[in-house]
């Protein structure tokens, strides 16, 4: 069957590179918003979580940006590593409700 | 890692034939979902669970039916498969008391109908 990363924007970067991955949410009344790692032939692994009442927040290398007027989120990922190369997906929640919306994703390529 | 299991991991069916996928786990959560993923749409919310025998739909529960008769185990029935469900179908649980938190998803079963 087609791979889940056909029709996805592609994210192309060099090995050590710092990359930057865009999401773009659609309710203004979410309050906890979620990265996903998804690798071929795999299920989606959670990588880094917010919620509205921080705009940044760091990991292991990676660094998740909120903008809450204008709706959008941000993954960065420094020194990137082509083990990093994956589908990563957004993910958005609104406190009371049991269930997590998702966006399309994007897939990133890391070249040696 | 998560102990999510989902049962089988791959599976061709034939049109109009029942079909049953199995997600078990061993964590104990309240909160288990059924998403299927396709090319150009991502993951899609089948039907959900927030407690033994309590389900709810989600955007794309047409066609599909569940039951949780047990904390760890959450079925996921296509009555009568057809090829627009040959799709990749991922369990997942949330990992705290709430639904609030992040979900950690099973491998994935990959679904055909022919």
């Known amino acids: 069957g087609e791979s889940v990363g056909l029709h996805l924007p592609t994210l192309s970067v060099q090995e050590g590179d710092n990359s930057i991955i865009n999401c773009a949410y659609s309710?203004?009344?979410?309050?906890?918003f979620i990265w996903y790692k998804q690798e071929s032939g795999k299920g989606p692994q959670f990588i880094i979580d917010?919620?509205?009442?921080?705009d940044k927040r760091q990991g292991q290398r990676v660094t998740v940006l909120l903008n809450k007027t204008v709706k959008h989120l941000s993954l960065q990922i420094a020194a990137t590593q082509p083990g990093d190369s994956a589908v990563y997906f957004c993910?958005?929640?609104?406190?009371?409700?049991?269930?997590?919306?998702f966006g399309k994703g994007t897939m990133l390529l890391v070249s040696p | 890692d998560a102990g999510i299991t989902q049962s089988p991991r791959h599976k061709v069916t034939e049109t109009g034939t029942p079909v049953t996928l199995r997600c078990h786990q061993t964590?104990?959560?309240?909160?288990m979902y059924w998403y299927r993923q396709d090319p150009g749409h991502g993951l899609r919310l089948i039907h959900y669970?927030?407690?033994?025998?309590?389900?709810d739909k989600g955007e794309v529960s047409d066609g599909y039916s569940v039951s949780r008769s047990k904390t760890e185990d959450f079925l996921l029935t296509l009555e009568s498969a057809t090829s627009s469900q040959t799709s990749v179908y991922f369990c997942?649980?949330?990992?705290?008391?709430?639904?609030?938190?992040?979900?950690?998803f099973g491998q994935g079963t990959r679904l055909t109908v022919v």
């Open positions: 964590e104990n959560h309240r909160y």
């Open positions: 917010i919620r509205s009442n921080m």
């Open positions: 997942a649980i949330t990992a705290g008391r709430e639904a609030n938190t992040e979900a950690f």
């Open positions: 993910a958005e929640n609104m406190l009371g409700y049991s269930t997590l919306t």
């Open positions: 309710n203004s009344a979410s309050d906890y």
């Open positions: 669970s927030y407690g033994v025998k309590d389900t």
